[in-house]
């Protein structure tokens, strides 16, 4: 958006509702690792601090999994950011970069995904996880089992919790469960990253970034569903 000789990405509040005119509604915002009561300062937020912090945890601050309803809740959403995050090598997802908002009838909802960057993919990037996934900590071990056993353990049942582990896109599947060249599953693990590159040598990876979806579902947001556009290089 151009605003006189400047141009600025301008990006809709999901924490604020639009009355009427000049009349705005605030939601509150609390991060989970405020709600798990983690300490603020420090290095909490990582699993390997804190034992507290786990998705498992963080899954049990959202409604539960309603056994009779065909929908999906925030659970499988948790579930398909935690898989997004994976697939793309987001290992700084710690429990301060989930969220929930409060509204006025006391109930909890998760907020869309934010704070996203795929830092296994740099030089000296990380290739641990903030928050493990199904205890497996290693990124590049991370398979769709994981996924899928991490989010049956919060009551999701395992078929949904297959649709979830795909929702972002069907491009994730083989993502995990990478094929040889005679089409059998290997099950190998994604690689993200070979390590640290020679000045001016672009890190490797094994996940073709273009490739993926175009939009990865990061709503909805307490309005309408919201979706994170992924620009191509």
Not at 61 to 68: E, N
Not at 129 to 155: C, D
Not at 176 to 184: I, K
């Amino acid at each position: 958006m151009r605003f006189g000789s400047r141009t600025a990405m301008v990006v809709e509040r999901y924490d604020r509702i639009i009355r009427g005119a000049g009349d705005v509604e605030r939601l509150h915002q609390e991060d989970s690792a405020q709600a798990l009561g983690l300490p603020w300062d420090g290095d909490a937020k990582f699993e390997a601090v804190d034992h507290r912090a786990t998705l498992t945890n963080i899954a049990g601050l959202l409604p539960a999994v309603r056994k009779l309803s065909l929908s999906q809740g925030d659970r499988h959403r948790l579930l398909s950011y935690t898989t997004f995050n994976a697939a793309i090598g987001n290992t700084d997802a710690h429990a301060k970069n989930f969220s929930i908002l409060h509204f006025r009838d006391g109930k909890v909802g998760l907020v869309p995904l934010y704070d996203v960057t795929a830092l296994a993919l740099a030089p000296d990037g990380h290739q641990n996880l903030a928050l493990r996934v199904n205890g497996v900590s290693y990124q590049p071990a991370v398979r769709v089992e994981h996924l899928v056993n991490e989010g049956t353990a919060w009551g999701i049942p395992e078929p949904a919790a297959r649709t979830s582990e795909t929702d972002p896109g069907e491009a994730f599947r083989c993502r995990f469960n990478r094929r040889s060249t005679r089409g059998r599953r290997t099950d190998r693990p994604v690689h993200l990253a070979s390590g640290p590159q020679p000045p001016g040598r672009k890190a490797r990876s094994g996940v073709q970034l273009a490739r993926l979806p175009r939009k990865v579902l990061t709503g909805p947001d307490p309005l309408a569903g919201r979706c994170l556009p992924l620009r191509r290089r």
